[in-house]
């Protein structure tokens, strides 16, 4: 038999049974992949309002300072959280893919078992570390001593997380989205519970021990210990849901491992070498990526030490900037986010399957859909951020600094969505080594850019966000030059970028002026609600009348017919 005839073969075997799989487990490719990035965006906007919701009270309870200790807490432990498994759901869920795709399920299987053992060491080694390091890192590190308290308490978290990020991988190498999307959503809800009744009872606890004489930072710094709680509670029950279903899911799974008759044995050797090497370049891209946070607060605060600032007041100002700054930020960025999971799994199955039409349909209707939402997200939070955090946090201080942060923070949003977008398409596309030189090149550029703007141009915390921006737009330019090189495809622009663009600015003026005249007759809060109802409604007009939406697209969604029926009444549809 020739090669070319063999290979013919092999393809067809694997498409024969691919489709058998994917329709007794529901696996698919990028057929739906906008299904199921829209179960996980849904489930990750439930969480981050949930998230937020539970953010106000907290932030009410431990103020800017304790804030800033909170997100010091997890701003380390999120990043040794990378080191030691964040990677995992994805890296799982690539591997046991492939294999699925080729009918593999006996070695898919051994796939999920080997990253399970790799979790459980890794994790736990690195529990124990930052428990033993926590006071040394906060202290000398980041400067803030009293932040210690709740890395403490996170340390645990690793161990948990790694276990319940290889069930979500294992679930989403099926191209289930589903069961990550309910536990994220179970995860934020006892989160909030727990972190609140947690902040409360410690932060009750510091003011004592102050009263006793103690340093007044130790009563934020126990608050935020406190709040920490909720994520060790949340992670835990994410874990006891993520088994239940693989319990129910096993007895079906077992049988098809069972039954599998692929001549091919994959040895825990080498699947522990293969999970080690694609889980290396996740880890260090997302690492070098996500640990800009660290170093931005690090050199923050040493620069601002050395300026003669006092610990209360850069971390008051720090508190600001990620008590109310960030906690918005993160609702749209998390619809980036959300789409990584899915899309991987269907780029890798195209690549498999050597089907670049499919991974080009993917990258085209992920990267609008990300742009189709981000943008309007981020143009009206820059509108009507003073009004939403007036709303939300009533601050007693920080007004006219949160407003500057919201209005300058807008193009961070879209750029960062962009940039996370594009690293997960990269990563589904087996480009595994771009993603991390990407990064680490845009993160020397916005260290550099940074210090200087820090140092010199005095921009205080204006310097973290336009630092930020360097360095998303340089990881967007250079995801862009390799996605384009890899399948030869270059986004379109009209409709993905400047339609929306020019809608959200036509709903940015138009929901400002809104507030701007219910202001003086409802208030602040009943004016700010119906100015972003009324913007979300001026932002679709301006879609459909600037023809960035099309009817059929407009079909597809629930009660599309409806809206379609509406434009055409109001002539904007033909």
Not at 88 to 99: G, I, K
Not at 146 to 152: C, M, N, P, S, T
Not at 252 to 276: G, N, P, W
Not at 528 to 548: D, E, N, P, Q, R
Request: aromatic share 10%; charged share 15%; with cysteine.
């Amino acid at each position: 038999m020739h090669v070319a005839d063999r290979e013919e073969k092999d393809r067809a075997e694997a498409g024969t049974a691919s489709a058998s799989e994917e329709k007794k487990y529901g696996v698919n490719t990028a057929k739906n992949v906008l299904i199921q990035g829209t179960i996980l965006a849904a489930a990750s906007i439930i969480a981050k309002v949930i998230g937020l919701i539970y953010r106000i009270p907290l932030y009410n309870i431990l103020g800017d300072v304790g804030n800033s200790y909170y997100s010091t807490a997890n701003e380390i432990y999120s990043i040794i959280l990378m080191i030691s498994s964040f990677s995992l759901p994805l890296a799982v869920s690539r591997l046991m893919s492939e294999r699925i795709q080729k009918g593999e399920i006996r070695n898919a299987n051994k796939v999920f078992l080997c990253s399970m053992r790799f979790a459980v060491i890794s994790g736990g080694i690195l529990a124990l570390v930052t428990y033993a390091f926590a006071g040394l890192i906060t202290k000398y590190v980041m400067n803030v001593e009293y932040a210690k308290f709740g890395l403490r308490v996170l340390a645990p978290v690793i161990l948990i997380f790694a276990i319940t990020g290889v069930f979500r991988g294992f679930f989403q190498g099926f191209s289930n989205m589903v069961p990550t999307a309910v536990s994220q959503v179970i995860e934020q809800v006892v989160n909030a519970i727990v972190s609140i009744w947690g902040a409360w009872v410690l932060m009750d606890y510091g003011r004592s021990i102050v009263a006793q004489g103690e340093n007044e930072l130790a009563a934020p710094g126990w608050g935020a210990a406190g709040a920490t709680f909720g994520t060790v509670a949340s992670v835990t029950v994410a874990l006891l849901f993520m088994m239940y279903l693989y319990a129910r899911f096993n007895r079906r799974f077992r049988h098809a491992v069972r039954k599998d008759q692929t001549a091919k044995r994959e040895s825990s050797r080498y699947l522990y070498r293969v999970l080690i090497l694609t889980i290396m370049p996740i880890i260090l891209s997302t690492l070098v990526y996500n640990i800009s946070n660290v170093l931005d607060q690090g050199i923050f605060n040493a620069i601002l030490k050395s300026q003669n600032y006092t610990e209360k007041q850069y971390a008051t100002i720090w508190g600001i900037y990620t008590g109310r700054f960030r906690v918005l930020m993160n609702v749209p960025l998390s619809l980036a986010s959300s789409l990584g999971p899915a899309v991987v799994p269907s780029l890798t199955a195209a690549v498999a399957a050597r089907d670049k039409a499919s991974a080009v349909r993917t990258v085209h209707s992920s990267t609008r859909y990300t742009m189709i939402i981000t943008i309007p997200c981020a143009f009206g939070m820059a509108a009507l951020g003073g009004p939403i955090i007036r709303m939300l946090f009533h601050p007693s201080s920080g007004m006219p600094l949160s407003s500057g942060i919201m209005q300058a923070g807008a193009i961070v949003i879209i750029l960062y969505a962009l940039s996370t977008l594009t690293t997960a398409i990269l990563q589904g596309l087996g480009r595994l080594r771009e993603p991390l030189i990407h990064n680490a090149i845009a993160l020397v550029v916005h260290v550099i850019a940074l210090v200087i703007m820090l140092r010199y141009l005095n921009l205080n915390i204006y310097a973290v966000l336009y630092a930020n921006a360097v360095f998303a737009l340089v990881v967007c330019i250079l995801n862009a030059l390799s996605i384009r090189r890899f399948i030869f495809y270059q986004q379109e622009i009209r409709k993905t970028y400047l339609v929306p663009l020019l809608s959200s600015i036509v709903m940015a003026f138009g929901s400002y002026a809104i507030w701007y005249v219910l202001n003086i007759v409802f208030g602040n809060s009943v004016s700010t609600v119906i100015a972003i109802l009324c913007g979300m409604v001026i932002y679709l007009v301006s879609m459909v009348a600037f023809h960035g939406i099309t009817e059929e697209e407009m079909k597809k969604v629930p009660k599309g017919d409806v809206l379609v029926g509406l434009f055409r009444k109001m002539g904007l549809l033909r």
